[in-house]
């Protein structure tokens, strides 16, 4: 079966286990091998057995992993990090130029907000920050330097909502690639290059590796150029995924697919009954019809996914704080989409950094990473939690 079958023929399921993932052409192994190895042996000056030189440049697992991020982002070329923020840093070190402008939301990962606030921009480029959710808002901030478009839609820790397929309009329009930050959705729930993204990001330590046991990062692309351009910056700045750490993703992703739709039930029922609960004053998650984005998520997205944020009583930081720490079953730690689930303060931890910014969150605010446990395992111990 070749890749290009793969990702033509089959459905998501099928693809998310079979594509990559050829058996081995010496043993047969059905599952790629670790090749922990950093540099080939050549028959003959340049002659290259299987394609490969050294390992920063390329390493079949990573191209096992590569081929299979590709095949499930439905684009033409996938790129694998060693962390989210590494690839972002590539691809915006490929994208820009001093001079250049990017619009970023005003609700992004914290990390993300800190590689433009205070590296980026040391190289001069510029940013500002729109709602990425209303369109006028995004327009009004293209500028005739603008180069690209950053979304994240469900957004951290806020879970707003962004129509790709209307801000895809906008770039077009505008001459600037939209970038589509899709870890928390994951392709199975979501695939933007469809609706008209350019370049995909993920942060994989999240819902693709799906274990809490590798960091990593990956792009994907719809155009086989710009594909180019990523795959020279990825060799020349050399913040690879290595070959362990690309096969815990790629054994991850077999599993995405039953994975997100346990993820996506569990958090609906939990989102149900945090609504009902005297001692939460608001709950984000975009499955509940009252949420603002409902209408474009259930058009955009195969189910609602597993992160829920939700205010505790009327703004202190103390009761959030309280809430985190009662919990037993929910871990209170940083990090999202691993089986277990996670409960932390944003304000305080992942968000720490965005304090005083136009990213400021909450002080009431409390995230959850639901996993895919008992239900009503999860709710007992959020209903202890709250008191
Ligand atoms: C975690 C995360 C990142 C950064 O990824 P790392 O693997 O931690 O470098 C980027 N975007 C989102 C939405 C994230 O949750």
Same mark, same amino acid.
């Given at each position: ?190 695939? =933007?290059?469809?609706? *008209?993204?350019? $370049? ?8 693709? %590796?799906?274990? #809490?046991?590798? &960091? ?72 509940? =019809?009252?949420?603002? *984005?409902?209408? $474009? ?8 996914? %597993?992160?829920? #944020?939700?205010? &505790? ?75």
């Amino acid at each position: 079966m070749s890749h290009q079958h793969i990702s033509e023929q089959y459905n998501f399921e099928t693809r998310a286990i079979h594509a990559g993932n050829t058996a081995d052409p010496l043993t047969g192994a059905v599952v790629p091998p670790i090749y922990q190895v950093s540099t080939y042996k050549q028959d003959g000056v340049g002659g290259l057995r299987g394609g490969y030189e050294y390992s920063r440049s390329g390493n079949p697992t990573r191209t096992a992993l590569e081929e299979n991020l590709a095949a499930l982002e439905g684009g033409r070329r996938g790129l694998a990090f060693a962390s989210g923020l590494a690839a972002e840093d590539c691809l915006l070190r490929t994208l820009l130029s001093p001079g250049d402008h990017v619009v970023i939301p005003n609700d992004a990962y914290g990390g993300t907000f800190r590689l433009f606030a205070k590296v980026v921009s040391r190289w001069g480029v510029e940013w500002s920050v729109a709602d990425t959710s209303d369109p006028a808002a995004v327009r009004a901030a293209i500028t005739p330097r603008t180069k690209a478009i950053w979304v994240e839609t469900p957004s951290n820790p806020l879970l707003g909502i962004t129509d790709i397929a209307g801000l895809a309009g906008i770039a077009r329009a505008a001459g600037v690639k939209l970038v589509v930050d899709n870890t928390f959705a994951s392709p199975y729930l979501q695939q =933007p290059l469809a609706l *008209g993204a350019d $370049v995909v990001v993920h942060s994989t330590t999240k819902y693709m %590796g799906g274990h #809490s046991d590798v &960091v990593g990062g990956a792009l994907v692309v719809a155009d086989t150029e710009l594909g180019e351009e990523l795959a020279f910056h990825q060799n020349a700045m050399g913040a690879i995924a290595g070959p362990f750490d690309a096969w815990l993703v790629l054994r991850g992703i077999k599993t995405l697919a039953v994975r997100m739709d346990r993820h996506s039930e569990n958090a609906t029922r939990i989102a149900e009954m945090l609504e009902r609960h005297p001692r939460v004053s608001k709950v984000l998650y975009p499955g509940l =019809p009252d949420h603002p *984005g409902h209408e $474009v998520a259930a058009k955009q997205m195969k189910a609602f996914g %597993g992160m829920i #944020s939700f205010l &505790v009583g009327e703004g202190g930081e103390k009761e959030a704080v309280a809430v985190c720490d009662r919990a037993e079953l929910f871990t209170l730690g940083e990090s999202l989409g691993g089986v277990e689930s996670l409960i932390e303060h944003p304000g305080l931890m992942t968000h720490a950094s965005v304090a005083g910014s136009a990213l400021e969150v909450p002080a009431n605010l409390v995230r959850l990473s639901v996993g895919i446990e008992s239900a009503d395992d999860l709710m007992a111990d959020l209903k202890q939690a709250l008191g």
